[in-house]
């Protein structure tokens, strides 16, 4: 196993000042997996026009870039439990954040734990499994990690008094822009990650044991807390609005979430603006939007300052770097704020792979990889990308084969009772070529909960107990298709006969997904096309898609 990887990497000469070159064998690669929280392709890399994010567009343009990567569910512990266990949210059984999945569903081995049962170093920062119960009020240590996680000190703040408000007072505000210098320890969250991440890397530079290092920045999460230079480089008067602004007019309200994290912020909760569907002042959304594209900036320097301080202590050439984030975050698109919905823009995420001597060649490099980008410099874009659909269960085997290791095999049918397998796909073969063509049979999963058949003060985020309807949902090339279901939150059955609403969205004419054409999917022509991308879905979603359309009146 320990061979299975073998890399005839670097220019010597840029590394110890030897003209010739030489090569070395690299049994089993490092591993930096790096996750953003709530960021969605919001990247110059994922040609965003607007943002400005040099230092990961400088890592996409020598790695290998998933344009169309989807989360399983758009929420943080779900989420982040679905991809480090590879298996999807009904396997899990965590749709809340109230329970750990060992006790709750399966004692299921993690993405680190597989590292550090073959003899890796694994060291956790920040927020990579969410804390709290969702992982055991431990960050699922001694499991996954070998060293007790690390959370900035300043975390606790996030839920404080901390704004400043234009009375001068401190406020929990939703945009809260700040002096650095000001708060508590002079510090922030993600800065104290990065500087724990750095000494982390430090001190593994001379190890012969390979490493395992998840750092997981707390932004572009709310509440915005940002340094607030960062607004610089977003002027009021060159920010726009969502371009589709409005809420779809046949948008099921089942589909609707009402942005209830947002609505509870005290500057949003002064423009008394009405439940569920709004809509926010203009002004307001405009500014809600730049403060999130500041605090996708400032995450990219923290990425920055990690990729530099990697090429320093000279671990570049022996270390896969995985860059991605645990769903997306709507910025006023169909009239809604906020993840916890199954649009496009809160499940697909960023995904890219950094993998030495294969997305890039190392005798390129002359001084360094990754040289510290500033925010307000050019950014570099790359042309390596896949473009057909992958899924975050698929990361825990395609990190694990690139970095040397044996990938996990595919789970059965029914797998609680297995603890190693995944739900994914290994995709480490799409690294050999550059993509040829579409895949057409190829999909990306993903589900919601819902408590209610209209929007709810619990509807983004209700508790298991309170789930009455899974929307399941389906994305291809061609269409977004999402199926609104019964649900038993006892049994964790769905009743395929209870269909609540569905959504089609045609993506050639409609790619922001706002003409729901549902009510005509049954003719013959769509019915056989949607027939068609569901062959290659797991096999107990494909059972509750198939028959809510036949419930529905298809010919299933």
């Not at 480090?84 to 396997?91: E, F, K, M, W």
């Not at 390979?210 to 707390?218: D, E, K, N, R």
């Not at 062959?535 to 419930?551: D, F, I, N, R, V």
């Amino acid at each position: 196993e320990n061979l299975m990887f073998c890399l005839c990497c670097c220019r010597v000469g840029s590394l110890f000042n030897l003209p010739n070159v030489w090569c070395f064998v690299v049994y089993r690669k490092n591993v930096l997996f790096i996750m953003a929280d709530d960021l969605r392709t919001s990247l110059g890399c994922y040609d965003d026009s607007v943002v400005k994010s040099p230092n990961i567009d400088q890592l996409a343009s020598k790695s290998h870039v998933f344009l169309n990567a989807y989360a399983q569910q758009a929420v943080c512990a779900p989420s982040r439990i679905s991809m480090l266990t590879s298996r999807r949210p009904d396997t899990t059984r965590l749709y809340d954040f109230n329970s750990y999945w060992r006790v709750h569903s399966g004692n299921y081995t993690t993405l680190p734990q597989y590292f550090k049962s073959k003899g890796y170093f694994t060291m956790s920062v920040g927020k990579v499994f969410h804390p709290g119960i969702a992982s055991n009020h431990t960050d699922d240590y001694p499991y996954s990690w070998s060293i007790p996680a690390y959370h900035p000190a300043s975390y606790r703040f996030e839920k404080e008094k901390m704004c400043r408000g234009e009375d001068g007072k401190l406020h929990i505000n939703l945009l809260c822009a700040v002096n650095v210098t000001e708060q508590p320890g002079g510090t922030l969250p993600d800065l104290e990650s990065t500087d724990e991440a750095v000494r982390l890397l430090k001190s593994r530079a001379n190890s012969h044991d390979p490493f395992f290092l998840a750092v997981g920045f707390h932004k572009p999460h709310i509440p915005f807390r940002i340094p607030q230079e960062y607004l610089s480089l977003y002027p009021l008067d060159k920010m726009t609005l969502a371009p589709d602004p409005d809420v779809p007019k046949l948008l099921p309200p089942v589909a609707y979430n009402p942005w209830m994290d947002v609505r509870k912020r005290e500057d949003v909760q002064k423009l008394n603006i009405s439940f569920p569907y709004g809509p926010i002042p203009k002004d307001f959304q405009l500014r809600i939007r730049q403060h999130y594209y500041a605090a996708v900036s400032y995450v990219d320097s923290q990425v920055g300052r990690l990729l530099s301080a990697l090429d320093e202590l000279q671990l570049t050439n022996s270390t896969v770097v995985v860059f991605t984030s645990d769903h997306g975050w709507s910025l006023g698109e169909h009239g809604e704020w906020a993840k916890y919905s199954n649009f496009d823009v809160t499940t697909r995420v960023p995904l890219i792979f950094f993998v030495p001597g294969v997305t890039t060649n190392c005798n390129q490099w002359k001084t360094s990889a990754f040289p510290f980008i500033d925010v307000f410099s050019q950014s570099d874009h790359n042309d390596k990308v896949v473009r057909n659909m992958v899924e975050l269960v698929d990361v825990f085997p395609t990190v694990s084969h690139l970095a040397g290791l044996s990938a996990p095999q595919h789970c059965p049918e029914v797998s609680f009772q297995k603890e190693l397998c995944t739900e994914g796909h290994n995709r480490a073969s799409t690294f050999r070529f550059r993509e040829g063509r579409r895949d057409e049979e190829g999909v990306a999963f993903s589900q919601y909960p819902r408590p209610a058949d209209t929007p709810q003060v619990n509807s983004d985020l209700p508790d298991l107990k309170d789930i009455k309807v899974m929307g399941y949902s389906l994305r291809t090339w061609d269409y977004r298709y999402t199926l609104w279901l019964g649900f038993n939150p006892k049994t964790f059955q769905v009743n395929v006969s209870d269909v609540h609403a569905g959504e089609l969205y045609m993506l050639e004419d409609d790619p922001s997904q706002d003409n729901n054409t549902y009510n005509s999917i049954f003719s013959d022509s769509d019915h056989t096309v949607v027939m068609k991308k569901m062959a290659s879905l797991p096999p107990l979603q494909l059972c509750y898609l198939t028959a809510g359309m036949k419930t529905s009146g298809g010919k299933a």
